[in-house]
């Protein structure tokens, strides 16, 4: 059973398009977190969601919307996508907001935008 | 200066060597940190938590120094499965927030 999946896997799009990525965790978690992993391999924080609340919010561009419908599911939405969103993104869960937590990861999706 | 350095490598080791990467950090008042793996195209994932007093698990061990602000990961024996970016992450006081670095990567060579 896949504890954190994402979809899709794989997203090529134009420029200016509208899509979103969609995240489930079936691991009982309260947080849940965006990455970005550009093509340098730096992985950063973009959102964290705790118990459906937004607890973080990363200076990225407003283009994103994070949403989380109840405490499995996160997804991001991405208005007028540029070439620069180009990138992975993971989804990740943790039981708590402890800094003890383990995070689990989701495989990823692997956006090109072209 | 950047928040959590590393020295991406390539590290090219034969079977059976040992290993050790360290990692700096620039903020004094990080309390948690953690060495996570990341194998090619896959996502991220704990290897190991570090604590102060240092920390064994099987072939691998991870010191923290909260004097000189680095963590180190020493990998005995290595294994080919070993291949992999080696993250090391922290979080800071009152955060929750992981901050990771660009990972080291290892190349263990039969």
């Known amino acids: 059973d896949t504890a954190v999946s994402q979809t899709p896997k794989y997203l090529v799009t134009q420029m200016g398009n509208d899509k979103s990525i969609k995240c489930e965790q079936n691991?009982?978690?309260?947080?849940m977190y965006w990455y970005k992993q550009d093509s340098k391999k730096f992985l950063k924080i973009m959102f964290s969601?705790?118990?459906?609340?937004?607890?973080i919010n990363e200076t990225v561009p407003n283009r994103f919307s994070p949403k989380s419908p109840d405490k499995a599911h996160l997804n991001l939405h991405i208005n007028s996508l540029e070439l620069g969103d180009s990138a992975v993104y993971f989804c990740?869960?943790?039981?708590?907001?402890?800094?003890?937590?383990?995070?689990?990861f989701g495989p990823g999706t692997r956006l090109t935008v072209l | 200066r950047k928040e959590v350095e590393q020295d991406p490598g390539p590290f090219n080791v034969p079977e059976g060597a040992t290993v050790a990467f360290n990692c700096t950090y620039s903020n004094s008042a990080s309390q948690s940190f953690f060495w996570y793996r990341q194998d090619c195209r896959k996502e991220p994932k704990l290897l190991m938590s570090?604590?102060?007093s240092g920390n064994e698990d099987g072939r691998f061990t991870a010191q923290l120094n909260r004097a000189s602000q680095y963590i180190s990961l020493l990998i005995r024996d290595s294994k080919l499965s070993d291949s992999a970016t080696y993250l090391c992450?922290?979080?800071?006081?009152?955060?929750?927030?992981?901050?990771f670095g660009k990972g080291t990567k290892l190349s263990v060579i039969p």
């Open positions: 990740a869960s943790s039981q708590s907001l402890s800094m003890d937590g383990e995070q689990f």
């Open positions: 969601y705790n118990n459906k609340e937004l607890i």
């Open positions: 691991l009982g978690h309260d947080t």
């Open positions: 570090v604590y102060s």
């Open positions: 992450v922290h979080s800071g006081a009152g955060s929750y927030q992981l901050t």
